[in-house]
């Protein structure tokens, strides 16, 4: 008789992460000099934070733990760069040895936000290994979220209200990105996070809901290819990208314009771009309408 593997539970996993990340944490502050102590450390603290994290309080896979968590790991070492500026740990008399005074560190330095991105990147390749570098996260994944976070900051942050804004609808995992299925007819990309129309009822197996459900899925192409354009400008995406697309979309004049002269949707230059860039990576078909 065959036996079951059992699965190890992901709290334990986490916290033998941490553990183990603790104790290289007060070796380094014990015993390391020099580099390893000034920056190995700080490198460490990130990643060490956020499997703590992980194991207290969110141990199960979730849009917040693998998108989100991560980042406020980071702000939190930046924060620790704030309280060594203002020498807070000093005054409450945190000794740099102790536990806390390891996570708090001891001088100020611009280079540990450095260590602190090296930390952070190191969490997204762990993400990423964890699912083989494959399906919702690719082996772009850990420099995709950051810059998502960082160069596209502008968008991806509106975008994540507005997913909070539609935290009933039905979100999940999509080839690195957040998806969520709104209860409108458009589709709209902002960073990390893309919004689909909404969709007809699985257990409508009509040749009219089969045909929907197949175009919801090639819009999602189409904003995914949003996304990388996203990546490539930055604070200009909006500009170059947002504002002549909503303008393509919403008015009535181009409205009628594309009624008339029997334009598709994708002739605007970043409604194709989009469409052939989400093609070029999927390597499956997008909406061209």
């Known amino acids: 008789m065959e036996r079951r593997k059992r699965r190890i539970h992901p709290r334990f996993k986490y916290a033998v992460l941490f553990l183990s990340l603790f104790v290289v944490e007060l070796l380094i502050a014990l015993l390391a000099r020099g580099a390893v102590r000034g920056y190995l450390g700080d490198v460490l603290v990130i990643p060490m934070i956020y499997f703590f994290l992980r194991a207290v309080l969110f141990p199960k896979d979730g849009i917040f733990s693998v998108y989100v968590l991560p980042f406020l790991c980071y702000a939190m070492g930046w924060l620790a760069e704030v309280l060594q500026a203002l020498s807070v740990p000093g005054k409450l008399g945190v000794e740099p040895s102790s536990p806390l005074g390891v996570m708090l560190g001891g001088v100020y330095d611009l280079r540990d936000g450095v260590c602190y991105l090296i930390g952070l990147l190191l969490i997204g390749a762990f993400l990423a290994a964890e699912t083989h570098w494959k399906d919702d996260r690719r082996w772009f994944y850990p420099v995709a979220v950051f810059l998502h976070w960082t160069w596209g900051y502008i968008q991806t942050s509106t975008g994540f209200f507005v997913f909070l804004w539609f935290i009933r609808c039905r979100h999940y995992y999509y080839k690195g990105v957040v998806r969520t299925v709104w209860p409108l007819d458009a589709g709209v990309s902002l960073g990390m996070f893309i919004f689909t129309p909404k969709e007809p009822d699985p257990q409508d197996t009509s040749k009219w809901a089969k045909e929907e459900k197949a175009y919801c899925e090639e819009v ?15 604070p200009l995406y909006l500009l170059v ?18 009624a008339r002269k029997n334009i ?5 230059y970043c409604e194709k771009w989009a469409s052939h860039w989400g093609e070029k990576v999927t390597k499956e078909k997008a909406d061209w309408r």
């Open 241 to 258: 990208i947002g504002i002549p697309s909503l303008f393509w979309a919403s008015s009535k004049r181009m409205q009628r314009l594309r």
């Open 264 to 268: 598709p949707y994708s002739k605007l």
């Open 220 to 234: 999602a192409i189409h904003e995914y290819g949003h996304t990388f354009q996203s990546l490539l400008l930055g």
